[in-house]
């Protein structure tokens, strides 16, 4: 018998999250152990009207390919791939996997090369997304290899996942139209802002330029569960240094004790106490990977926990992330790389946020009672 959570998530994607309408090719995407949902999702497509394909690729094709493939193999750019994200018009993601440390080691210049054989495809669909044109989710399925990362029982996680999203409530939709509202009042501040700056007693200092550039209310309609609101920082404005709080999961490999240095825009320092190595071969895969793509402020307050998972570690209410690599086109960044990896900030013991000088948050809160809180 199949989850009816499942079945109400399917329905606040498909028509919430990527509003599918009559005739839209719809692309569904996902491992094997997410095959629940894709039904879900695909006999969700139907009903709507569109025209669902789905794609399932086993975990291990990944792995097959770094181990075995020639490297003008790695670099090869499927044209069928470029074809199709010209052609579709809403994509939706189902994320997890049997085994999340399966390349934990494969050779990390290896991942990057793969990772630039991919950058063409990521940036059309981001710019096509910028232009609206595209209409796009990923979301978690609650699966065994993600439940014992987070350290918690499938049951206990699959609870933490579906209330993550609102799920547990009769009309999800309703309570993330709210939230909407409240993270609208961020972004029309924000908006207005020319510096933010990020400062924790772990040793975060971080002073990066907004001026001009538009933040974006994320309320569940690219990824689900969401919360946050981001924006492209200008490109050489970044300064100062951060100290990640939480491990930083990228390619399947996972990084922890991250602190980048950035001087005029770009990383010039970056150490780790695990996954060093990784982490300097993604920074050095092209111009773009030492520059901020994004910035962004977690407003979920439905998830409290770290679960070395980015979709959920992102959105915590009360901390930022920050991405080098790929900036979002609709904020207004220009940065291009075949990289985007999300790294997470904890702010609720003792950080502080401040636009252009003037305290907004501390300790995870906001002072305006208006905005999203706890």
């Not at 994607?13 to 997410?34: C, I, K, Q, W």
């Not at 490109?235 to 240095?261: K, N, Q």
């Not at 773009?288 to 910035?295: D, K, N, Q, T």
Request: hydrophobic share 40%.
């Amino acid at each position: 018998m199949e989850d009816p959570r499942l079945e109400k998530l399917a329905h606040v994607l498909v028509h919430y999250s990527t509003r599918v309408r009559r005739e839209d090719l719809v692309r569904l995407a996902g491992p094997p152990v997410g095959r629940p949902l894709l039904v879900a999702l695909y006999r969700k497509v139907l009903e709507a009207g569109g025209y669902p394909r789905v794609e399932i690729v086993p975990d291990e094709c990944a792995e097959i390919k770094l181990d075995v493939a020639t490297e003008e193999q790695l670099r090869f750019e499927d044209p069928l791939d470029l074809h199709m994200v010209e052609r579709i018009d809403v994509s939706i993601g189902v994320w997890g996997q049997d085994n999340t440390k399966a390349l934990t080691g494969t050779d990390p210049k290896r991942q990057a090369i793969v990772s630039q054989a991919r950058k063409r495809f990521l940036n059309r669909f981001l710019e096509r997304a910028a232009l609206e044109e595209l209409r796009w989710v990923g979301t978690q399925f609650p699966c065994h290899a993600a439940a014992q990362d987070a350290q918690m029982s499938l049951a206990t996680y699959e609870e933490f996942v579906f209330q993550a999203g609102l799920l547990h409530l009769d009309d999800p939709v309703a309570a993330w139209q709210e939230i909407s509202v409240r993270q609208q009042r961020v972004v029309d501040f924000l908006n207005q802002g020319r510096e933010i700056r990020f400062v924790t007693p772990q040793g975060t200092d971080l002073r990066l330029g907004i001026d001009g550039r538009r933040w974006i209310n994320c309320d569940g309609h690219e990824n689900f569960p969401d919360g946050e609101v981001f924006t492209g920082p200008i490109e050489d404005a970044t300064e100062g240094v951060v100290s990640y709080s939480f491990p930083a999961v990228h390619g399947g490999r996972e990084v922890d004790g991250i602190r980048l240095a950035f001087r005029g825009g770009r990383v010039v320092e970056a150490s780790a106490r695990q996954g060093e190595q990784f982490l300097l071969a993604m920074l050095d895969q092209d111009d773009g990977a030492r520059v901020l793509g994004e910035i962004a402020l977690g407003l979920n307050y439905s998830i409290r926990q770290h679960t070395k998972n980015t979709l959920f570690d992102e959105k915590i209410g009360g901390t930022f992330h920050a991405a080098v690599g790929a900036a979002l086109p609709e904020t207004g960044g220009t940065n291009r790389s075949g990289l985007h990896w999300d790294m997470v900030c904890d702010l609720r013991q003792g950080g502080q946020v401040f636009v252009d000088g003037k305290l907004i948050a501390e300790n995870g809160r906001f002072l305006d009672p208006q905005w999203p809180q706890p």
